[in-house]
């Protein structure tokens, strides 16, 4: 189940080149690799902006075997509840991150 968490942090990693709102560290990590997410609440539409918290992050893939396409597979978080796997942590005003690490198994 770790390729699953790999393809979300490369998708993350590629849509923070269109925007600053999700960047991954290191940008193209390897499955052996710990990461972390960052979450930008002043990008994108901003509505989070200045919001104490907390904030949880929804983690899945959509891949090319989601049905219809936008379907999300793997999903390791619970949408609309305060699932504390999703839970990220404050790195700053208007900045969350969430550190996976490569023995996670979801």
Not at 8 to 15: P, R, W, Y
Not at 31 to 42: C, E, H, K, L, W
Request: glycine content about 8%; hydrophobic content about 45%.
């Amino acid at each position: 189940m770790k390729k699953p968490v790999l393809l979300v942090i490369l998708l993350f990693s590629v849509l923070s080149r269109a925007s600053a709102q999700v960047t991954c560290d290191p940008v193209f990590p390897a499955q052996s690799d710990n990461v972390t997410i960052y979450f930008n609440a002043t990008e994108g539409n901003g509505a989070l902006a200045g919001f104490a918290g907390p904030v949880y992050a929804h983690m899945g893939v959509v891949t090319n075997l989601s049905t219809p396409q936008n379907y999300w597979q793997h999903v390791v978080t619970n949408w609309g509840t305060a699932d504390p796997l999703g839970l990220m942590t404050s790195a700053g005003p208007n900045l969350w991150k969430k550190n996976l690490h490569h023995q996670h198994v979801f």
